[in-house]
């Protein structure tokens, strides 16, 4: 099963924790790409069947699944 692309939101009262966060969500499985401590979002891979484990993760708001997109190249006729 391949890993799903996320973004995981964490809540203001707890953005001055974003390292720890984090690691507890690396621990619960997911790989972790980019943290965004500014905005207090954290970005990775995580397979589908452990995402419900980020939800036990103090501090997590929200998980929302990244969307993909390629667009066609523009020699193509499709424009």
């Known amino acids: 099963m391949s890993e799903v ?3 995981v939101s964490v809540d ?4 001055t924790q974003m390292q ?3 690691q507890q969500l690396q621990s619960s499985g997911m790989n ?6 500014s905005i ?3 970005c990775g891979s995580i397979q589908p069947d452990r995402l419900n484990s980020l939800y036990q993760v ?3 708001k929200n998980i929302e699944s990244q ?4 667009l066609a190249p523009p020699d193509s ?3």
């Open 5 to 7: 692309k996320i973004s």
């Open 12 to 15: 203001d009262a707890h953005l």
């Open 20 to 22: 720890q966060i984090s």
């Open 32 to 37: 972790i790409e980019q943290t965004l401590s």
């Open 40 to 42: 207090g979002v954290i």
């Open 58 to 60: 103090e501090g997590v």
């Open 67 to 70: 969307q993909g997109y390629q």
């Open 77 to 79: 006729n499709v424009q």
